[in-house]
Nanobody
Framework: QVQLVESGGGLVQAGGSLRLSCVSS????????MGWFRQAPGKEREFVAA????????GYADSVSGRFTISRDNVKNTLYLQMNNLEPEDTAHYYC???????????????????WGQGTQVTVSP
């Protein structure tokens, strides 16, 4: 059974940085595309960033492009999201997601992902 466990969230002032991590277990995660999504109170879960199985291809939401960087370490079965220059609008619960099908590229749609973590809270104060 695939499990995803996020960590690294917290409270930070605007302009600050955080790095989220997501550890995978239950299969060799290096064969599968992964992504980060977030959900703010009263809003739908939205795409943040995604990365192909090899790490060679990445994609970002317009709202975070240039500030966030997604990366992965397939030896450690870990996905990362480096978040710089954080804004209060980035406040949300952040979720790690993994695809059920191997290989492929990066994907922004929630339906493309089969496995989800419980998430980690990021709060950015003004």
């Amino acid at each position: 059974q695939v499990q995803l466990v996020e960590s690294g969230g917290g409270l930070v002032q605007a302009g600050g940085s955080l790095r989220l991590s997501c550890v995978s277990s239950g299969r060799i995660s290096g064969f599968y595309g992964m992504g980060w999504f977030r959900q703010a109170p009263g809003k739908e879960r939205e795409f943040v960033a995604a990365i192909a199985w090899s790490g060679a291809l990445t994609g970002y939401a317009d709202s975070v492009s240039g500030r966030f960087t997604i990366s992965r370490d397939n030896v450690k079965n870990t996905l990362y999201l480096q978040m710089n220059n954080l804004e209060p609008e980035d406040t949300a619960h952040y979720y790690c997601a993994a695809r059920g099908a191997p290989y492929g590229g990066w994907y922004r749609g929630r339906s493309e992902y089969e496995y989800w973590g419980q998430g980690t809270q990021v709060t950015v104060s003004p």
